[in-house]
């Protein structure tokens, strides 16, 4: 018996046999078998070594997974958290990512520096800011007399306390507005923790913000004109 | 199993591996599913008898403690099939060095096919699992990857070292042969 030439053929015979062509060949494979004798008798024995596949024993999959080395990585925590807010873990399950996938990590997310420090600057932002935002509000909604001066002291760098002075306006309420910033209840551990290059951007950043107020301590009384006063007026 | 299954498969292998290197432990148990049986066979193939389940756990250890150097562009199983392999043959050179241990050689390991259960195999398969006895194991290795895994012979280029070329002349030397004795 000759052989066939059509090698094209030949080599999608084992495919063929398996049941894995696409339509197009498949069909292209089955006008050229009607015609080749030789290849049909080629189909014969690959169905049947095919028929012959020795059929393993069924696999312990959770056994094999369970012997597996676990990947370096540290449990949950997120490649893009800040450094400010990581976690420390100390368990006994927590592994230390090698040089390699620290490398690796970053060069497959080239923002993630950048990023990250963008949404601390824009939570430290947010959070220091808000509170005033409450005096700015209160200061254009506030209709006290000029006479009536309130004092913004700072007790110390953790909160902000605005006491009224006596004698009150007429449908005013005194209040102590409190306002917590960013030193008391973001979760930084030490300036340090920042390089010299983080904290120059992260500066750059809040004095590019041109929605911040003068962040000058105001230890005394306020040196502006009566008009101009800030007072909280605090209501419920 | 086309080309495009291939780059389909190679896809679903990638995304598996990403997850399992973001900690995914289910992504770990659908690689294993996806290329145990696969393996185990292909051990078969091998005449790998004693220890299957042993050997291809060790297979996916030592893949999987090794992922930094699969390259992507071989197919997951086609790497784990090299591993395999090489498995299969360090621990027959082991034997050999140990004289209290049966030597297995390669010859001998064609015999698994034989051993197998010859009561219920058809008359049709034993006569083909007869004839794959009877291929060099370079044959066999081929022409069982192309048939009966559908591995391209660019995969089995890889997985038995040597080339294309070569993997082609083997399976088509084999297919004369097993039609031959089949036919005897």
């Known amino acids: 018996m000759t052989e066939c030439s059509n090698v094209d053929v030949q080599d999608l015979l084992p ?15 089955e006008m050229h078998l009607a015609s080749c004798a030789p290849c049909r008798d080629e189909l014969d024995v690959l169905v049947a070594v095919l028929n012959a596949r020795p059929l393993p024993p069924v696999m312990n999959v959770a056994a094999i997974v369970a012997a597996l080395p676990r990947p370096a990585v540290a449990g949950p925590v997120k490649a893009d958290t800040p450094a400010p807010f990581r976690v420390i873990a100390g368990g006994a399950n927590d592994r230390v990512p090698s040089m390699q996938q620290v490398a690796r990590a970053r060069r497959s997310q080239p923002s993630m520096f950048g990023s990250s420090l963008m949404r601390f600057a824009a939570v430290l932002t947010l959070v220091s800011v808000g509170g005033l935002s409450v005096i700015v509000a209160n200061r254009s909604s506030t209709a006290l007399s000029d006479t009536d001066a309130a004092s913004v002291v700072m007790e110390d760098s953790s909160y902000m306390v605005a006491a009224l002075p006596e004698p009150y306006a007429p449908g005013t309420t005194p209040v102590q507005a409190v306002v917590s910033v960013a030193p008391s209840v973001l979760p930084i551990q030490e300036l340090s923790d920042y390089s010299d290059a983080e904290l120059a951007l992260l500066l750059e950043r809040l004095d590019a913000w041109d929605g911040a107020p003068p962040v000058d301590p105001v230890n005394g009384p306020p040196t502006s004109s009566p008009s101009s006063d800030t007072v909280i007026q605090g209501g419920s | 199993m086309t080309e495009a299954d291939r780059t389909k498969d190679a896809a679903v292998d990638q995304q598996l591996l990403e997850r399992w290197h973001a900690g995914d432990e289910r992504a770990a148990t659908a690689i294993v599913e996806r290329h145990a049986t696969a393996l185990a066979r292909f051990a078969l193939s091998l005449g790998v008898r004693d220890d299957l389940d042993e050997l291809v756990q060790d297979t996916f250890v030592r893949a999987f403690a090794a992922l930094d150097s699969f390259r992507a562009d071989s197919s997951l199983r086609t790497w784990l099939f090299t591993i395999e392999r090489r498995l299969v043959l360090d621990r027959r050179r ?25 009561m219920v195999a058809s008359e049709t398969e034993e006569r083909v699992r007869n004839a794959l006895t009877r291929l060099s194991p370079m044959q066999r290795d081929v022409f069982t990857l192309r048939v009966q895994e559908g591995r391209a012979y ?20 084999a297919l004369r042969a097993v039609k031959e004795w089949i036919h005897d």
């Not at chain 1, 063929?16 to 498949?26: C, D, I, K, Q, S």
């Not at chain 2, 082991?94 to 010859?118: K, S, W």
Request: charged content about 30%; proline content about 5%; hydrophobic content about 40%.
């Open chain 1, 15 to 29: 495919e063929f046999a398996a049941g894995e062509l696409p339509a197009r060949e498949r069909e292209s494979v």
């Open chain 2, 94 to 118: 082991a034997a050999r060095r140990q004289p209290d241990i049966v030597e297995v050689m390669p010859e001998d390991a064609a015999t698994g096919f034989h051993a197998l259960d010859n």
């Open chain 2, 154 to 173: 660019k995969d089995i280029a890889e997985i038995l070292g040597t080339t294309e070329g070569a993997a082609r002349v083997h399976y088509h030397n």
